[in-house]
């Protein structure tokens, strides 16, 4: 019985090892695609006057946080650690870590994330955006298939719904040189818009009295709901701003749906790395 037990273990430590090995190898060949989409950016300094024409509280936020005559931000690499909501109805919290990298011309980023669902289970997790396609991939341990969406316009909004409504993190996305362009509303909040190929995307952004953004919205969004796919209000909440290679970005951040009986949040972390690839000159 006990070699039978050992050989059971030497099997599943392997099969393990194998799935790391893969995830790994995919996660290269992704990052690969994504290094292959980037254009250069243009122009690669900012320019303060081009602010000039934006609304008011997109004019304050970018004083706040950019200096005039700094590099536009080429791509970002950053790491968080929070909890992941895995509850369709009922909260259901585990804990998660993660890596991403993002570039900014073309929009694109890949999510790398590990979720703990149990004591020794683990979900690894491909929330991406590369060259105008949407990618959900999610396989237990690694190895089992849980969830694979890619391919559709649905999913390539929702991800790059992503993509803006996380521009906070490197800032210089949004303006309109960058290919943002806003709306006013009133005082305290204005609408974006950005387009990548075929697919375009708006968001509600809401600023706070000291001019920093606060909060994201989107009138609806793509939602897995079992087999069904909904369309459903969604917003980010940022707070936490801090000075991260010479930009000023949030530090900490909650993702909800807004469902008809209340807010159902299912992303809480918090930056723990970051780092700023700046524009060649």
Do not use: C
């Amino acid at each position: 019985m006990f070699i039978v037990i050992a050989a059971l273990l030497i099997v599943a430590g392997l099969a393990l090892a194998w799935a790391d090995s893969r995830w790994q190898s995919d996660t290269h060949a992704l990052r690969g695609e994504l290094a292959a989409s980037r254009q250069p950016i243009t122009p690669a300094r900012f320019d303060a006057r081009e602010l000039d024409d934006l609304p008011a509280p997109v004019q304050a936020y970018f004083r706040r946080v950019l200096k005039d005559g700094q590099l536009m931000i080429a791509a970002a690499r950053l790491t968080h650690r929070g909890t992941f909501n895995l509850g369709q109805t009922e909260p259901r919290w585990s804990d998660f870590t993660s890596d991403q990298i993002v570039t900014t011309r073309r929009p694109g980023f890949d999510w790398d994330a590990r979720i703990a669902v149990a004591r020794g289970l683990t979900v690894r997790v491909h929330d991406a955006y590369v060259a105008g396609e949407g990618r959900l991939i999610a396989k237990l341990m690694g190895l089992v298939t849980v969830a694979d969406m890619r391919g559709t316009p649905a999913v390539a909004q929702g991800e790059l719904m992503r993509y803006l409504a996380e521009a906070p993190w490197y800032p210089t996305a949004l303006l309109p040189s960058q290919g943002t362009q806003w709306q006013a509303i009133d005082d305290y909040s204005a609408r974006a818009t950005l387009s990548d190929g075929a697919t375009t995307v708006s968001l509600v952004f809401g600023f706070g009295a000291d001019g920093l953004i606060e909060t994201i919205r989107a009138d609806a969004r793509a939602r897995a709901d079992g087999e069904r796919v909904e369309m459903t209000p969604w917003r980010v909440r940022l707070w936490g701003y801090a000075a991260r290679d010479n930009v000023l970005i949030p530090l900490h951040g909650e993702v909800a749906w807004l469902l008809p009986r209340g807010p159902y949040p299912y992303w809480r972390g918090r930056i723990e790395s970051v780092s700023l690839e700046p524009a060649r000159k």
